[in-house]
């Protein structure tokens, strides 16, 4: 993808790109869905320990995350205390946040490049609150 915007770009006419930019985000949107919600169901799992955890492997594989890493996620993590937990994988997980958001942002982008700028301060601070959600291994 990376090739054709370059290539358009340079041609000037970046909003060809829009349905193409619209239908990646909605794939990112669903990875990213399912990665906070590994996230939730880890410290749910963190807080409970004694329940069965809930695996989530194939909402995760039909939004494309197989890493196999991931598979023990949910039902390998410790509690540190009340507020911390450790999840085998989350470190992956929360890896491929930016890119998702940064694949969810392409069309804001290009169809309001002035509302693009207002946002896009923003980024740092939603990678902080991501990385101190859990301590990753």
Known sequence: MVGKV???ERLGERAVLLPALLEAALVANDR???RLTML???AAQALRPGRAPLSLEAERRAAGL???ALDS???GV???DAEAFLAPGAARLAAGLAGDLAAMFAPVEVADSEQAATLKPLWPALGAAAATACICW
């Open 40 to 42: 939730q169901e880890a």
């Open 78 to 80: 410790q509690s540190l």
């Open 73 to 75: 996620l949910i039902s």
């Open 66 to 68: 197989a890493d196999p």
């Open 6 to 8: 370059e290539i358009v």
């Open 32 to 34: 990213l869905k399912i």
